[in-house]
């Protein structure tokens, strides 16, 4: 039992998020054990299943270079492609085999990069596994069970109502541990390889191979552009560092004429690490930047300007705008990480352009979040000068 209570997730995550993590473990494995015990494939169904395990262990070993490039920089997989092949498996093989295909897909992946499995990746193959079998569910009943590359259109529509139930759900499953982290449309875009995957298993099988060396081109080059965005991005949060933000903020400020800035601090972060530990810490952190990322537009710019501080440049807004998105912001990072992690708030200052340069506005969002902490932390304060 002493070993139980060691483990990391307890350490890492609430009593309740952790018991929601194990819970979504045993669906997932009792799911699996059911479908394995009524397992009886066929002769092409064992052949697929092969064919579908070899492409993701060739895949592994041939990607391995490639992740291990990118691990030299960060602690995480900077291509999931794992989509692609579990989605296949959905559309082409029976459930328990799928099953045990999507934990070779994941599972062999982790091991040969990392050489462990964390508590998060089992979950991520659990989710999986839910996800799949419910996108078979919906093949089933809509007459679907058999993918044979059917061309007509009820065949497609099924197919892709099905990809849209497994990608949502699996969306759903882990927002409530990790809220922002999915990037949807290339998870989409996997799924749709994933059909095309299936559609060469079941009528020309060589042609998997050019999906691979598609796949493999395309790891390389997003390598190459996320080598060039690392250098910008802190490794810890994914947000611009300060520098990279400086730069960025001072050029849209140029051209904006109601632009805002919000600078955020995370109340007592002090007491967390010390209280809970850096793990802990670390994970508020991530947690916080991967929320005020889900909040704002997508032109406005992000960026973590100190140990616990985050900046937010927000273009075209007014200052009662700004305030509104500090408030905002404000009740969704304290409802976000202290549901999952830790009882947290932040304060934030809020400045308005009104003809400041940037270091001018910094200064004034900086004076506005003192205001904010002296007036009792966890709210927002608006800059007057």
Known sequence: MTGVKAWAIWRELRPAIAGYVLLVDVAAAALSINAAIRLTPDRREWLVFGVLVACVLIYTEVSRP?????????DTPHLDVHAIWVFASVLTLPPGLAAVAIVICYGYRQLR???????????????????SFAAKLLLTLLGQEQFLGSRDLRSFVVVVAAAVVFLALGAVLTAVVAPGSVDYAHEAASVGLGVLAAWALTAWPPAILLIIGVTLVLHRSVLIRQLRETARSDGKTGLLKPDAWHSAASTALGRDANASLLMIDVDHFKRVNDQHGHLVGDTVLRTVAQTLKAEVRAGDLVGRYGGDEFVVFLSDTTGAD????AERIRRSVVRTVSQSIVDISVSIGVAARGGHNLDDLLHAADVALYEAKGGGRNRSAMSTA
């Open 66 to 74: 490639i992740e291990r490039e990118w691990r030299a920089l960060t």
């Open 322 to 325: 700004a305030m509104a998105m």
């Open 113 to 131: 990069v990392d050489g462990r499995l964390t508590y998060r990746e089992v979950f991520g193959i659990s989710s999986a596994i839910i996800a």
